[in-house]
């Protein structure tokens, strides 16, 4: 209901230019929830793509008017009548032809001057930006903030009103990179390192979503952004950089520690815990899947298929691909993990903050 009041406030308010844009953007998308709109600018870097797009916006609506204006009035004005004689034949005519070639290159050449000072300004590295290295999996996001030493899967944080360095690749094949609240998409290629510049004018969640068509789950590439205070964000590195939280001796958690290590699961075959060490010494480490370190602070599952809960991520480590077919996590049978064990493994992985 607060999307369509959305909607309605977007018909009402504004003109075709965001209509057009909500429209296109799906008002609430098929993430749910918060509206993942190129309207709603919380960044300097989708401020000067809307500032380019809308008075080029505008251009196209005066000249859709004049040029559709100029076709109606000939059909009504010459329309036959009853009793004219067939009008002269002609074959081309040379003014009507040079005049509409140039007006549109005219049109074009004006255009192509804001456009590329913003690109040009888009692509300008700001002075000693915070950087987040981000890689592109099929069908996930890893983010990895390597000079404070971890990494972390599908939720990005970064500090408001600080300029933030996305530098990217992949490593499968073409993603693309695209939070329209915050800034405009740029590709994630393998084997090349792509760059987006951006500012967070606001704080909160921001939702984003893989723009380039990656294969089945292209879908379900969603990712999220929460921009923090400064001070919030210095305390959610300490967080990270201090590993997972070691749970108390004799609890459901720590016995679910024990089943993320064990045979049946080997959750740590493919998924790292910073921090985490088996009774016998064995270390989550792998990167084959998401790091897990907080995965109980984040608000999505399977890059954003599911909504964090318990039960769902319970359903999701039975089987991954009921809601994400094609995922490279193999199911979990009863005879892999027991019921018991799997209420364990969840109250584990859900504790880690
Ligand atoms: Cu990754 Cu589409």
């Known amino acids: 209901m607060a999307d369509l009041i959305r909607c309605r406030r977007g018909i009402v308010l504004g003109t075709l230019a965001p209509l057009l844009t909500l429209v296109l953007a799906g008002c609430s998308g098929i993430t749910g929830g918060e509206v993942q709109s190129a309207n709603e600018l919380a960044g300097d870097n989708a401020r000067s793509i809307w500032n380019l797009f809308v008075p080029i916006f505008w251009l196209s609506v005066v000249i859709f008017v004049l040029v559709q204006g100029a ?15 067939v009008p002269a034949q002609l074959h081309g005519n040379t003014k009507v032809e040079v005049a509409w070639t140039i007006a549109p290159a005219i049109i074009l050449a004006v255009i192509l001057v804001p456009t590329i000072t913003t690109i040009a300004s888009l692509a300008e590295e700001p002075d000693d930006p915070y950087v987040v290295d981000v890689v ?21 944080h970064i ?34 390192t792509t ?65 993320f290590f064990q045979q049946g699961a080997a959750c740590h075959a493919c998924h790292a815990i910073d921090g985490a060490v088996a009774e016998d010494g064995t270390e989550a480490v792998a990167e084959v899947g998401p790091n897990l370190t907080n995965l ?43 019921d018991e064990d799997l209420d364990a493994l969840v109250a584990y992985l859900s504790s880690l903050r």
């Open 296 to 338: 109980g602070d984040r608000p999505i599952l399977g890059a954003g298929s599911l909504e964090n809960t318990p039960e769902n991520l319970r359903d999701w480590i039975r089987d991954p691909h009921e809601s994400k077919p094609g995922n490279e996590m193999p199911a979990f049978s009863e005879s892999q993990i027991s």
């Open 136 to 156: 592109g999996h099929q069908w996930w996001w890893e983010f990895d903030y390597q000079d404070e030493g971890f990494k972390t899967g599908n939720v990005m």
């Open 159 to 192: 500090p408001v009103d600080q300029p933030v360095e996305v530098r990217m690749t992949a490593s499968d094949v073409i993603h693309s990179f695209y939070a329209p609240n915050l800034f405009g998409k740029q590709d994630l290629i393998p084997g090349r």
């Open 71 to 85: 076709l109606i009035y000939a059909v009504i004005k010459f329309r036959a009548k009853e009793g004219d004689p």
């Open 195 to 259: 760059h987006i510049y951006f500012t967070a004018e606001e704080t909160g969640e921001f939702y984003g979503q893989c723009y380039e068509f990656c294969g089945v789950q292209h879908a379900n590439m969603h990712f999220r952004i929460m921009v923090h205070e400064q001070d919030e964000f210095d305390e959610w590195i300490a967080s990270q950089q201090e590993g997972a939280i070691e749970p108390e001796p004799d609890t459901i958690e720590a016995e679910g520690k024990e089943v």
